[in-house]
């Protein structure tokens, strides 16, 4: 079913948090952000649409917590953000390192969708505190 979606005010709220953001956030993050402007279920509803229609991509964290960063030239069930992250051990921030990276070849017989690549260490920022 190609259903056009509509900008609503939540989700012009989110994008602007998201784009003003120098480092990925988590759904707590935005929540935060926002000061409970959105309650927190239109908060995943709305970041899982920006996720299919490839505005949004999802980091998967060491800690358990999934990020959300603005995608790079990418469409509706297009994703192509195979590019590193980095989380801050210190102060828990999720960077895209847009470097190049290289897909690993796999035995015969897998088939590569997608991979993710999350460096943890400390920033910039922490290591000269």
């Given at each position: 079913?190609?259903?056009k979606?509509?900008?609503t005010?939540?989700?012009?709220?989110?994008?602007?948090?998201?784009?003003?953001?120098?480092?990925a956030?988590?759904?707590?993050?935005?929540?935060?952000?926002?000061s409970?402007?959105?309650?927190r279920?239109?908060?995943?509803?709305?970041?899982?649409?920006f996720c299919n229609?490839?505005?949004?991509?999802?980091?998967?964290?060491?800690?358990?917590k999934?990020?959300?960063?603005?995608?790079?030239?990418?469409s509706?069930?297009?994703?192509?953000?195979?590019?590193?992250?980095?989380?801050?051990?210190?102060?828990?921030?999720?960077?895209c390192?847009?470097?190049?990276?290289?897909?690993?070849?796999?035995?015969?017989?897998y088939?590569?969708?997608?991979?993710?690549?999350?460096?943890?260490?400390?920033?910039?920022?922490?290591?000269?505190?």
């Amino acid at each position: 079913m190609n259903r056009k979606t509509r900008n609503t005010k939540t989700k012009e709220m989110v994008m602007s948090t998201l784009s003003n953001s120098d480092s990925a956030l988590c759904h707590e993050d935005i929540d935060k952000k926002l000061s409970g402007k959105i309650d927190r279920v239109t908060i995943y509803r709305i970041l899982q649409g920006f996720c299919n229609e490839g505005k949004i991509h999802k980091i998967s964290g060491d800690n358990g917590k999934t990020y959300y960063a603005l995608c790079d030239n990418c469409s509706a069930g297009n994703h192509h953000d195979n590019h590193i992250h980095f989380r801050c051990m210190s102060c828990e921030t999720v960077s895209c390192i847009n470097e190049t990276t290289v897909t690993p070849k796999l035995p015969k017989g897998y088939s590569v969708s997608g991979f993710s690549l999350l460096i943890f260490g400390y920033c910039p920022n922490c290591l000269t505190c």
